[in-house]
T-cell receptor, first 114, second 110 residues
Framework: SVLLYQKPNRDICQSGTSLKIQCVAD?????MFWYQQFQEQSLMLMAT?????????ESGFTKDKFPISRPNLTFSTLTVNNARPGDSSIYFC???????????FGPGTRLTVL | QQKVQQSPESLIVPEGGMASLNCTSS?????YFWWYRQRSGKSPKMLM?????GEKEEGRFTVHLNKASLHTSLHIRDSQPSDSALYFC??????????FGIGTRVLVRP
């Protein structure tokens, strides 16, 4: 298994600002995934981040709006640029443990954009 | 069309009753079917996984899979109030990405 930690737990920001969400794994993982979840709705995969390469974004999510960095095998950051009220949701990082198929989730970051 | 379809959207079950949740994938390349549970205010946690035809039981939870029809179901017997949560079906597809359904909200009434 893998334990994932996210910082901050929650954030409130003004429209037009940018904020960073950090995800740290307790062991080295190949891929880190970022998901967006609106209030008790489905989990939407935003992007997949592998070390040393550009993140791969899913339809509806762009690098300009949600740049992701993956500087090493235990760390990733998601930035929300030019935040809008429609970005208010919970952001989860996720990953698989070494050699496993099960995907684990961090505790989530609840973002409110005013 | 959603790649993973779940039904019902919500379910109210009396304590001690049986909850039955359904999930169908439209992707024939699916390898694994997963069931995740998300309690209110928490992150999703894997409940059960199944990848071969048949049935798998863990305690009060049973999953069935019919690979020909790409249909899986989750059954919770002797439901408890602590089973109240959002239940997601998810599938692994191309590139090993995990795709989630819209979820079934289960409420167990004491």
């Amino acid at each position: 298994s893998v334990l994932l930690y996210q910082k901050p737990n929650r954030d409130i920001c003004q429209s037009g600002t940018s904020l960073k969400i950090q995800c740290v794994a307790d062991s080295q993982v190949v891929s880190m995934f970022w998901y967006q979840q609106f209030q008790e709705q489905s989990l939407m995969l935003m992007a997949t981040a592998n070390e040393g390469s550009e993140a791969t974004y899913e339809s509806g999510f762009t690098k300009d709006k949600f740049p992701i960095s993956r500087p090493n095998l235990t760390f990733s950051t998601l930035t929300v640029n030019n935040a809008r009220p429609g970005d208010s949701s919970i952001y989860f990082c996720s990953s698989r443990g070494t050699g496993g198929a099960e995907q684990f989730f961090g505790p989530g970051t609840r973002l409110t954009v005013l | 069309q959603q790649k993973v379809q779940q039904s019902p959207e919500s379910l109210i079950v009396p304590e001690g009753g049986m909850a039955s949740l359904n999930c169908t994938s439209s992707d024939r390349n699916v390898d694994y079917f997963w069931w995740y549970r998300q309690r209110s205010g928490k992150s999703p946690k894997m409940l059960m996984a199944i990848f071969s035809n048949g049935e798998k039981e863990e305690g009060r939870f049973t999953v069935h899979l019919n690979k020909a029809s790409l249909h899986t179901s989750l059954h919770i017997r002797d439901s408890q109030p602590s089973d109240s949560a959002l239940y997601f079906c998810a599938v692994n597809s191309a590139g090993n990405k995990l795709t989630f359904g819209i979820g079934t909200r289960v409420l167990v009434r004491p």
